[in-house]
């Protein structure tokens, strides 16, 4: 066999193991991406949450605080109400609001976060504005409500859970902003 031969059957050999691999470590990266979301609290934040406990308890009483950011956004974002005194179990609504202070149409999605984050697993959004990207008009301002559940199972020495939302621009959704590839 000629060297030039040997090299090629050794780098093939050598980029089917490193297939192989790349492949191996896709497969690795599901339990590790879950891993991950266990320990930092994140969950699909698409979907409502279900609620398994739908008791009142009258007898203990929380406070709900409400926080808005935005991420690169030229929008105004607000809770109508900064907190809100709650039972667990109890069904809660609340509204936040946002315009859009450009010229253009803009499209945002927006990522809550808990604190404590132990608060996120007993945390039940029904439903909220987060579930969807909410594309706002040049100078549109809208009201967007949550609904919540704080389920009853929180541990007794959570007394404050913070809700806080930022909102980030969906890539490619701004009007007049070019299409991938150049097109508008």
Known sequence: MSPQARDNRRLLVRLGIAAVAMFGFGFAL?????????????????????????????GRQLTVEFDANTHGLAWQFRPLQRTVEVHPGELVQIAY?????????????????????????????LNCFCFDR?????GET?????VFVVDPALPRDVHTITLSYTFFEVDGTRAGRPAPGGKS
């Open 30 to 58: 599901v339990p590790f991406y879950e891993a991950i979301c266990q320990v930092t609290g994140l969950r699909n934040i698409l979907q409502p949450d279900v609620v398994e406990n739908t008791q009142v308890d009258a």
């Open 97 to 125: 609001e946002v315009t859009n202070t450009r010229d253009v149409a803009i499209t945002g999605q927006a990522v809550p976060s808990y604190g404590p984050q132990i608060a996120g697993d007993y945390f039940k959004k």
């Open 134 to 138: 909410q594309t706002l008009a040049p």
């Open 142 to 146: 809208r009201s967007m409500p949550v």
